[in-house]
T-cell receptor, first 112, second 114 residues
């Protein structure tokens, strides 16, 4: 089952903050976050694992609420370079531990 | 070091023809994934290879799609008798092992079926 991302799109001015949410109908083992710029490959941002472990870039912060089956990505003091489409990918608990199911993405535009 | 390499970067072919897409993962990465991305859509899982284990083909949309991974390294995705709905960007990713590790994506192959 594909996770649901919200919002679908957001426009910011440089320096503003944004939160992108990812919600699943299934119990989750882990959540991945990736950013894709137009015409480029997705780039890894963060992995959040059940139990609280996180792997990712220092300047990126995210949360994973296992009970609510939700994750949020926090983008603070946004820069022009943050523009792109953000995808969350989820791994279900109890399922295969290798299959990522991606959401449809959130388009973030940061303007000067 | 070198990243994930995919070829060709673009492929235009006529409906009904067969196509082969190639992926060369990062050296030492045992996990390899193929995804399909249609315009404005997310990434659709196609197939997963892990070491010498049997691949998970559960995401392949039809029996016209197949993939192999030779020697635990290079992978080829083959689409037979292509249809217009096969037009998409096909992305390959590799990771050290499973989904507790980041996936590193190639630049993809943009496939257009006329």
């Amino acid at each position: 089952q594909q996770p649901v991302q919200s919002p679908q799109a957001v426009i910011l001015r440089e320096g503003e903050d944004a939160v992108i949410n990812c919600s699943s109908s299934k119990a989750l083992y882990s959540v991945h976050w990736y950013r894709q710029k137009h015409g480029e490959a997705p780039v890894f941002l963060m992995i959040l694992l059940k139990g609280g472990e996180q792997k990712g870039h220092e300047k990126i912060s995210a949360s994973f609420n296992e009970k609510k089956q939700q994750s949020s990505l926090y983008l603070t003091t946004s820069q022009l370079s943050y523009s792109g489409t953000y995808f969350c990918g989820t791994v279900d608990s109890g399922g295969s531990n290798y299959k990522l199911t991606f959401g449809k993405g959130t388009l973030l535009t940061v303007n000067p | 070091g070198a990243g994930v390499s995919q070829s060709p970067s673009n492929k235009v072919t006529e409906k009904g023809k067969d196509v082969e897409l190639r992926c060369d993962p990062i050296s030492g990465h045992t996990a390899l994934y193929w995804y399909r991305q249609s315009l404005g859509q997310g990434l659709e899982f196609l197939i997963y290879f892990q070491g010498n284990s049997a691949p998970d083909k559960s995401g392949l949309p039809s029996d016209r799609f197949s993939a192999e991974r030779t020697g635990g390294s290079v992978s080829t995705l083959t689409i037979q008798r292509t249809q217009q709905e096969d037009s998409a960007v096909y992305l390959c990713a590799s990771s050290l092992q499973g989904v507790t590790q980041p996936q590193h994506f190639g630049d993809g192959t943009r496939l257009s079926i006329l």
